[in-house]
């Protein structure tokens, strides 16, 4: 039961309150609220609520209705955070477990922990009791896999972690674990969850292989009743009709269980799917569910793994999936909860030749084949035929599209990193020929691009836009070796680097530039920030598309009189019209210094295109020169 307290409740009267309860053989546990601070009271006898609430102090006493009592949001409404020697699991951050599924020798769990510290683990897990389906197969190491395992686990700063088979080794394994696992096929063996939830550490309960949502929760109430607070549900698949995978993830259980417990829930991708090239999506997707982290199974070398080798990672799978989470993070409002760590450096990876179609429509953009405004009008035509046409500069996109050269052209517009492209923002403002119509976001990350099976190390020139090679500073540090030379464009440095044939350059560029020339990728992924987006514009002539009925949002440019108020007037209309701006940026009207021309975006809010409308004919009648650029939707 819930005891809610008094906020003026005395000291001497919570004890005797406890103590009351203890006597009645309930486990009390006092949870200290934002709202209210409660005490939760679990136990195997009824008592009457009544004789609870006529106690002083109390204000009022509610049944837990589920079965799972400590595990219960009911009891506790904010979510557990678990705090390991500083290292966080649960609340507003996504937290990652990885290592091999077995501890197999020293060397190969250091090798392990190397590759998932760096990567951003922050704890390293690895079986030194394996409960194999067959006797014959790899059973562990026992007590000197644990030693390895801790060895690894403070060489490099991480917790680790690792199952727990039996009650006789519990003792003995505390001083090797910072968190206990309890496995599949222990998720209901009652006497060991009595015994591990006693050692008062923190435990992950893997849900059993098919346990139900309520079975799995009662697996977290023993431990908890038991002694431990610190309780981290794991989703690792369930069994079903099906084979293609080795188990079912259930997907749906992050959100089911989130709203029925406090506790954390990871996600075991490796066990769910049983395959390797199905550990990415998955743990993406469970992320994107709402999971508080993951666990992953990352071998040095899967294909010698004594055990689930075909679904273990290779170390830069697995530093793909980590770049995939931080890039990911930023979208659902979480951070990834790190220790700090030195980025390994040398992954060799190749992309297939991409294959173009004859087409429909011509799109044109700034740069040579495989800059990344043609991947950005790639993605935004995705399905259509499309023809794209490089140009050298802006201006000749622009020009390209007034004169019906192409159909639509695509700018860089915005930078989250480097900011606004003005040259972008003063065309759009010299061209009243030319309208916005859509508007599409990419993330920016950069490859390091070769000769095929060419090793990092003998790379001495490295070619990119100087913006490219910039963003690559760290990568860029740590290879003495490579000097930088600024080339104008980033896909042009990759057809440089291609047409020259000396195998000791390379480019920095996006990944599909490498298909383009018959080169590889030879790093992916060595940008500083993953969090690098930039947006683009797509246009195209005015007229030529009936402005839309509906958009998210709208472009505008205007000038002011020059007179007091005047740009807070139309910022009032903007707020009265409940439009939020998103952006807005004054240029320089050529020809008129200290004149400036504001640029503003806006959001246009759903089913409101009405008020948009009135926005702009009250805009229009505030300011010189209004133009409305474009309203559109991203895509
Ligand atoms: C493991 O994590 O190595 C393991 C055996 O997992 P599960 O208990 O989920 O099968
Ligand atoms: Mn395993």
């Known amino acids: 039961m819930i005891i809610v307290l008094d906020r003026l409740i005395r000291e001497d009267q919570k004890t005797a309150l406890i103590s009351f309860l203890e006597d009645k053989g309930f486990k009390v546990r006092e949870i200290i609220g934002e709202e209210e601070t409660i005490l939760g009271a679990v136990g195997s006898i009824s008592l009457d609520p009544r004789v609870i609430e006529v106690k002083p102090g109390v204000i009022r006493v509610i049944p837990i209705t ?217 743990a993406l997707a469970a992320v994107a569910a709402g999971a508080d982290g993951l666990m992953v199974e990352v071998h040095p070398h899967p294909d010698q793994a004594l055990s689930d080798g075909p679904q273990s990672l290779y170390p830069e799978q697995f530093e793909k999936l980590m770049r995939d989470i931080e890039a990911l993070c930023p979208v659902i409002g979480k951070d990834l909860e790190l220790i700090p760590a030195d980025r390994r450096s040398t992954i060799q990876l190749k992309t297939t030749a991409l294959t173009k179609d004859a087409s429909e429509i011509t799109v044109s953009f700034q740069g040579e084949h495989g800059a990344f405004s043609e991947k950005a009008l790639n993605r935004y035509f995705e399905g259509e035929k499309t023809t794209a046409k490089g140009c050298s500069g802006f201006r000749d996109v622009f020009r390209d599209v007034v004169t019906g050269t192409a159909d639509y052209g695509i700018i860089p517009i915005e930078n989250s990193l480097a900011g606004s492209i003005h040259e972008n923002y003063d065309l759009l403002i010299q061209h009243p020929d030319i309208q916005i119509i859509g508007e599409k976001m990419l993330r920016v990350q950069h490859s390091l691009i070769g000769f095929p099976d060419t090793d990092i190390e003998s790379i001495t020139r490295v070619y990119s836009h100087p913006q490219g090679l910039a963003q690559c500073a760290k990568f860029l540090d740590r290879h003495e070796n490579m000097e ?61 598309h009936a402005q839309p009925e509906e958009g998210t949002k709208a472009s505008f440019i205007f000038s002011l009189p020059s007179k007091p108020g005047t740009l807070f007037e139309c910022i009032r209309i903007f707020a009265e019209e409940k439009l939020n701006m998103t952006k807005m940026e004054s240029r320089p009207i050529i020809g008129k210094p200290w004149k400036y021309m504001f640029y503003v975006d806006v959001e246009v809010p759903k089913g409101e295109i009405s008020s948009l409308r009135k926005g702009i004919e009250r805009l229009s009648s505030e300011t010189e020169d209004f133009r409305t650029l474009g309203i559109y939707t991203q895509r």
């Open 66 to 282: 589920k079965a799972y009592k400590l595990a219960s949001r009911e009891l506790k409404k904010g979510d557990t955070i678990i705090n390991s020697g500083g290292i966080r699991i649960g609340g507003p951050r996504i937290s990652v477990i990885a290592g091999p599924c077995a501890v197999e020798s020293r060397e190969q769990i250091m090798e392990a922990a190397l590759a998932v510290r760096d990567s951003g683990a922050i704890a390293l897990r690895g079986g030194a009791y394996k409960p194999r389906t067959s006797p014959y197969s790899f059973q562990g190491l026992g007590e000197e896999g644990l030693k390895y395992l801790r060895e690894a686990g403070d060489k490099y700063g991480l917790l680790v972690t690792t199952e727990i088979v039996s009650s006789e080794t519990a003792d003995m394994m505390t001083d090797y674990v910072d968190i206990f696992q309890i496995g599949a096929r222990n998720m209901q063996n009652f006497e060991l969850l009595k015994k591990v939830g006693s050692l008062g550490k923190p435990v992950v309960v893997k849900r059993g292989l098919s346990a139900t949502i309520e079975e799995w929760l009662m697996a977290a109430e023993y431990l908890m009743a038991h002694g431990t607070e610190d309780v981290i549900l794991c989703e690792r698949g369930i069994r079903t009709f099906e084979t293609y995978t080795r188990n079912t993830l259930d997907l749906s259980a992050i959100p089911v269980v989130k709203k029925l417990s406090h506790l954390p829930v990871i996600v075991d991708p490796s066990h769910a799917t049983g395959l390797r090239g199905k550990v990415l999506p998955m």
């Open 484 to 544: 930088k030379v600024p080339y104008y464009d980033t896909a042009g440095s990759v057809a440089y680097v291609a047409r020259d044939k000396d195998t000791t350059k390379a480019a920095i560029a996006n990944a599909d530039a490498a298909g383009y020339y018959g080169l590889s990728v030879l790093k992916e992924g060595i940008e500083t920030n993953p969090n690098n987006y930039t947006r683009f514009f797509v246009i195209a002539r005015s007229g030529q």
